[in-house]
């Protein structure tokens, strides 16, 4: 799933980590800027602790701090039961301790007071409901504060702007895809192509580079479309034309008189129509038009068909194959592929014999001769034989590995012995 939607899943990657870097870069912002707000808000704290420290002192009475105190919007908050609420639901923004102030330095002649040192003050900002307080607190003495100037951090710039993004982001992460959904269309009849569909049509309206490689395409595939075309026709209409002078020649061959001349024409025009019936397989093979029509057969009957087909005695054919296995394919096409392997098996034993077994999901074509003297391959390419013979045009191995290739089988050599072992191995299991 992943291999097949691997430029989605990239793109769609690449967003996720996008969206996650700006995520965390504005959240970062955000942090950063409430920092400042905050430590910016408690400068005021200086100044309460001045006019507060003053009261401590008694230099001024509680109506001139509550006075000087408006001054700079701050209120007092005298209610028991409201301070208890604010100081125990409240949220701590930050917290500071002023150290231990002497007597000494705020005596005054004017207002000779006895000598003391004065607690630590702690200061604390808070929020709650919307609203700053500062809680300022001392051993004597505690007092609660509504600031009702300033107000807490509200990142309403900073969420607009990163909506802007994010809302970009999403429109480009739907551009991207909305570009990319004909590629999964193009895929697709790509696939349809590959599998033998020749009426599937590539054309994409647009001037993009996924429009222009499908228009391409289009042009490739009438092209491709129009040579199978002429190909097919030319071979038929050879094979077509071939075949009435074959049965022409037949008929004047049954007048001859010369019974020994009338067996080598027979001959010739026997092999003429052979070579027009590999002729017409290979193509029917090679141009993907034909349907296989699977089904499930017993391996034992399609053997018999075979040996029937290649019209050679039973006796020259030694089977060891269990009555009961069965395999699916294209009865027409894998029976010729068996007659043609069974040809070629007695063909070249010097006891025109061979066997046919099976090994596990293998079935083995077996016959005693001399070994392959070349690669396998070589003799799987048309118009190849080992040896020069009268009956032979060197297509058998090649029509056997095209049927073969349409049924998920390859074609392998083995040489055990004296014995020549031809295996038809399925691609699933296939040898290393």
Not at 10 to 20: Q, R
Not at 102 to 124: G, L, T, V
Not at 338 to 345: F, L
Request: hydrophobic share 40%; aromatic share 12%.
């Amino acid at each position: 799933m992943i291999k097949r939607n691997g430029v989605f899943i990239t793109v769609l990657f690449a967003f996720i980590v996008t969206v996650s870097s700006v995520s965390y870069t504005f959240f970062k912002l955000y942090q950063s800027n409430s920092a400042k707000h905050t430590d910016n808000l408690f400068n005021k704290y200086s100044l309460i602790s001045q006019i507060y420290h003053t009261f401590l002192l008694k230099q001024i009475s509680l109506t001139i701090l509550e006075a000087n105190l408006a001054v700079y919007d701050l209120y007092v908050i005298n209610s028991k039961s409201e301070f208890e609420l604010i100081t125990k639901n409240a949220t701590l923004l930050k917290e500071e301790g002023s150290p231990a102030v002497k007597m000494a330095e705020y005596i005054s002649f004017e207002a000779p007071y006895q000598n003391f040192i004065d607690s630590q003050i702690d200061a604390r900002m808070l929020e709650y409901k919307g609203k700053i307080y500062f809680w300022i607190e001392s051993d004597r003495n505690s007092l609660l504060l509504e600031d009702r100037k300033i107000r807490p951090y509200t990142p309403s710039t900073l969420m607009y702007s990163y909506m802007t993004v994010l809302s970009i982001l999403l429109l480009s992460f739907g551009l991207i895809v909305y570009k990319l959904a004909p590629l999964r269309r193009l895929r697709r009849q790509i696939a349809r192509f590959g599998e033998g569909d020749m009426s599937v049509s590539f054309c994409i309206k647009g001037t993009d580079e996924i429009a222009l490689i499908a228009n391409e395409m289009e042009t490739a595939q009438n092209k491709i479309r129009s040579l199978i075309e002429s190909r097919t026709l030319f071979l038929r209409n050879i094979m077509h034309e071939l075949k009435t002078p074959i049965v022409k020649g037949r008929i004047v061959t049954a007048m001859i008189d010369d019974e020994k001349q009338r067996g080598r024409f027979e001959g010739i025009f026997e092999r003429l129509e052979n070579l027009i019936g590999e002729f017409a397989l290979i193509e029917e093979i090679s141009s993907g038009n034909q349907y296989l029509e699977k089904s499930e057969y017993r391996l034992i009957d399609i053997i018999d068909g075979a040996i029937d087909s290649a019209m050679v005695g039973y006796d020259a054919v030694e089977t060891h194959i269990d009555a009961s296995i069965k395999i699916e394919v294209d009865y027409r096409l894998f029976v010729t592929a068996v007659k043609n392997m069974v040809d070629n098996a007695i063909k070249y034993s010097p006891e025109k014999k061979m066997s046919i077994t099976m090994e596990k999901n293998e079935i083995i074509f077996s016959n005693l001769g001399k070994p392959l003297k070349k690669p396998l391959r070589y003799y799987i390419e048309p118009f190849t034989k080992d040896q020069p013979t009268k009956d032979s045009f060197g297509l058998g191995l090649y029509i056997v590995d095209a049927i073969l290739r349409e049924h998920d089988y390859v074609l392998a050599y083995e040489r055990r012995g004296t014995v020549n072992c031809f295996i038809f191995v399925p691609i699933k299991s296939k040898r290393k």
